[in-house]
């Protein structure tokens, strides 16, 4: 018998969100009754899913909860470990932009695959798709990969400070 959980942490800073929210966006991002008792429970039961083609392979209810949990539609949710594009492909259907950061170039295809990069929605034409490519001093490479409207960009990028400093854009 193999006994397999995670645990995950949630830290809230005290005080008030920054975050100035329209009235109308709030309510199209509010949790079911259900969906809160649910999501704020102790424990969280869900299916796993099968590892395929990447080591790390989770679930989309588990960042469909936690996106749901913590934001509004149209913000950005941040995965600075994209690995397969789960968390992006999760919030492209919920409606918020998404910027992921994997390191590993050979996920770039399983990535571009699950988020649907080469096949175009017939009913949301407004996603933009963007994959920066970025190289450090030790010849590995970093790839940013974006979906949102308009392609809004973020100015404060995580960045090494040694590794990270010259930016190569590369289309794919």
């Known amino acids: 018998i193999e006994i397999d959980y995670e645990f995950i942490l949630l830290f809230k800073k005290l005080g008030q969100s920054p975050n100035k929210v329209n009235k109308e966006i709030k309510e199209e991002s509010k949790l079911s009754n259900e969906e809160w008792r649910k999501y704020f429970t102790g424990h969280w039961n869900f299916a796993g899913c099968k590892q395929d083609k990447h080591i790390a392979m989770f679930p989309d209810e588990l960042p469909r ?3 749901k949990m913590f934001s509004f539609i149209d913000e950005t949710v941040l995965d600075p470990f994209l690995g397969s594009g789960t968390t992006s492909r999760v919030a492209r259907k919920l409606k ?9 170039k050979d996920f770039l295809p399983i990535i571009e695959d699950k988020i649907g990069k080469n096949k175009p929605s017939l009913f949301d034409q407004r996603d933009v798709i963007e994959v920066i490519y970025q190289n450090d001093k030790k010849e590995n490479s970093n790839h940013l990969v974006k979906i949102g409207e308009n392609n809004k960009t973020i100015n404060n990028r995580i960045r090494h400070p040694e590794y990270w400093k010259t930016l190569k854009t590369q289309s794919f």
């Open 96 to 104: 918020r932009n998404s910027i992921g950061y994997e390191i590993n």
């Open 65 to 67: 909860r936690l996106i």
